[in-house]
C-alpha cells in the first residue's frame, strides 16, 4: 500500500446525520485515484484474501482513508448501506467497498471531494490542527480561497463551516436550516471587521482557533 499517498489525504468533515437523502450533490462515480486508495486500503485488511472484510474492521479501515465518522453517524450510512444493497451483510467485498465510500463523499461537500482528490496544492487536515502556526492558517486559508481572489468570500466561509460540522450544531431544531444560516452570518459579520464583504488574511486569523474550537 502507497502510505504516503494514503497519508497525505485529508480528513474528511463529520457527515451530517440529517441530509444523507441529499447523497446526489456530487459525482456520482468514484475516480480512478479513489479507487486505487480505497483499493490498496482493503488489500492490507483483507489478510487471508477471503475477497472480503468484517463491518467491525470497517471504522478503521475508513480511518486509514483519513475518513473520520463517529458510531452513530457510521450506523447512519450502514442504514441506507443496507438500504441501497437490500440486505444486512456482515461482510463486505472490494465492490460494496467502493460502494459505501462514494456513499460517504457523496454526502461531502463539493471542497472536501477536491481534498480527498488532492486537487489543491494545500492539503489540509483540519481535524488535526493543533497549533496556531502561520503555515497552518495560511493553507486552510489558500484551501477555502476558491476562487483564489486573495479574500474569504461569504460563501466560502459557510462552506468552511460546514465542513467543520457547524450546520450539525442545529440539527435538532426544527428550523436547522434558518438557524444554520443565521449562525453563518453572525460569524460573517463578527470576521469581516472592515465591512468590506470581504474576509482578509488577518482578518481570517482569528478563525483558527475560534472555529475550529468550537
Known sequence: MDLKLINSLPIVSR??????????????????????????????????NAGSIQLDELKI??????????DEILEDYLTKFYEVQRSQVENIDLTQL?????LILKNQSNLFRKLYNG??????????????????IKAIFNAYDLNQNGFI????????????????????QANSEEA????????????????????????????HTALIDI
Open 98 to 102: 467502493f460502494d459505501f465510500v462514494l
Open 119 to 136: 486537487e489543491k496544492n494545500d492539503q489540509v487536515k483540519l481535524a488535526e490542527i493543533v497549533e496556531n502556526t502561520h503555515n497552518d
Open 15 to 48: 457527515p451530517r446525520k440529517g441530509l444523507l437523502e441529499k447523497i446526489e450533490r456530487s459525482a456520482p462515480q468514484l475516480s480512478e485515484k479513489e479507487q486505487e486508495l480505497i483499493k490498496a486500503t482493503f488489500k492490507t485488511f483483507d489478510i487471508d
Open 153 to 172: 468570500e461569504y460563501e466560502e466561509l459557510r462552506e468552511l463551516l460546514i465542513d467543520l460540522g457547524h450546520d450539525t450544531l442545529y440539527i435538532d
Open 61 to 70: 479501515l475508513l480511518l486509514n482513508l483519513n475518513i473520520k465518522v463517529d
Open 180 to 207: 444554520f444560516e443565521d449562525h453563518v452570518q453572525e460569524t460573517w459579520f463578527e470576521f469581516d471587521t472592515n465591512q468590506d464583504g470581504y474576509i482578509s488574511f488577518e482578518e481570517f486569523i482569528p478563525i
